[in-house]
């Protein structure tokens, strides 16, 4: 019988194929951190068979053809392909856009419930794509068969995540997550993403800031990855491109020094553009440093225009984060 393995990143699906850790690895990275959630109809019909889902949105959009027609799996339903397999394991790493797409996975097998014996978690406490190929053959990580249980608050944290306050999401620091362990940081990583009732900035931009406040620094200096010094891991390459984008080029701007832009592929296909982008010399302007500071506030100064979750944020409707108090602030 077929051993699958569903995972967030591709590079890393590869590496566990040949690793031989599984007959079928597949990668699922739909980002879930950045811009609107999914519709009703979309969740419905992602991990549905293929019938006329658009690029992008069914679950195998993201695994090389030739790797899907190989195995037989195109155009298959999740729950379709869970029947006819032996087993099937999550490897979903800590950070907040992985633990969101186990979320939605377990909400969706909570519709059937034949499929909650074939699947069980893989406790990960680092990103599968941060392990080298030769390392995944002995991580081994803690394997937990699902039960009801973790599907009833996988569902739960899920609708929570889409609704339109973020009230739900943050009771969830009052819950016992301990069922699926790495839930509470998501929990939190995210909340701290809200703008900060001080500053305005969710901490990932705020990171960004502290790493330009010495000057003369280069843009994908603030960018995370391997051992760089920017460790949030909420967002990914394109998404920080953005934020900084958005510290940069705005009515009043945190940052000085981005010579080239938007961040966008049109600036990464022009060779000459992207150099431009990567010489920049970045520093924080006077609002810049009042802001880090505390004395400023962002969003009173510039437009907001972005998605957490299931909430459109703007200046009318602007949901702040309390870090002290570890408590939300409600728009005017």
């Not at 040949?18 to 079928?24: I, S, W």
């Not at 907040?96 to 978690?121: F, M, V």
């Not at 960018?223 to 909420?234: I, L």
Request: proline letters at 7%; a negative charge.
């Amino acid at each position: 019988m077929t051993r699958l393995i569903v995972t967030t990143d591709s590079s890393a699906a590869g590496a566990i194929q040949r690793a031989g850790l599984a007959d079928l690895v597949l990668a699922i990275e739909r980002r879930l951190v950045w811009g609107p959630p999914p519709t009703q109809t979309e969740c419905q019909a992602f991990f549905s068979p293929r019938v006329a889902q658009p690029n992008g949105l069914h679950w195998l959009d993201d695994t090389p053809v030739w790797r899907l027609e190989r195995s037989g799996v195109k155009g298959r339903g999740l729950i379709d392909l869970l029947s006819e397999c032996g087993s099937a394991e999550l490897w979903m790493g800590p950070e907040p856009n992985a633990q969101l797409l186990l979320l939605w996975l377990l909400d969706h097998c909570g519709i059937e419930e034949a499929a909650l014996s074939k699947l069980a978690i893989r406790h990960l406490d680092l990103a599968v794509g941060d392990v080298a190929p030769t390392q995944l053959a002995k991580l081994n990580p803690p394997i937990v068969k699902l039960t009801k249980d973790h599907l009833e608050l996988a569902g739960r944290a899920w609708r929570a995540y889409r609704a339109p306050t973020p009230q739900a999401w943050f009771d969830f620091l009052e819950t016992d997550l301990r069922l699926l362990p790495q839930l509470e940081r998501c929990v939190v990583d995210l909340l701290e993403e809200l703008p900060n009732v001080t500053s305005g900035l969710g901490t990932t931009e705020t990171r960004i800031l502290e790493l330009i406040a010495p000057g003369e620094v280069q843009p994908f200096d603030v960018f995370p990855g391997y051992q760089k010094p920017n460790e949030r891991r909420v967002f990914d390459y394109w998404e920080v491109g953005a934020l900084l984008d958005g510290l940069a080029r705005c009515e009043r701007a945190a940052v000085a020094g981005l010579d080239e832009g938007p961040f966008s592929l049109e600036m990464h296909d022009d060779s000459s553009r992207l150099q431009r982008y990567k010489q920049s010399r970045l520093s924080l302007t006077a609002f810049g440093k009042a802001v880090l500071g505390g004395d400023e506030n962002f969003c009173r100064h510039n437009r907001i225009d972005r998605w957490w979750g299931g909430i459109h944020l703007t200046n009318d409707r602007l949901w702040q984060w309390d870090p002290e108090a570890l408590s939300l602030i409600a728009p005017d």
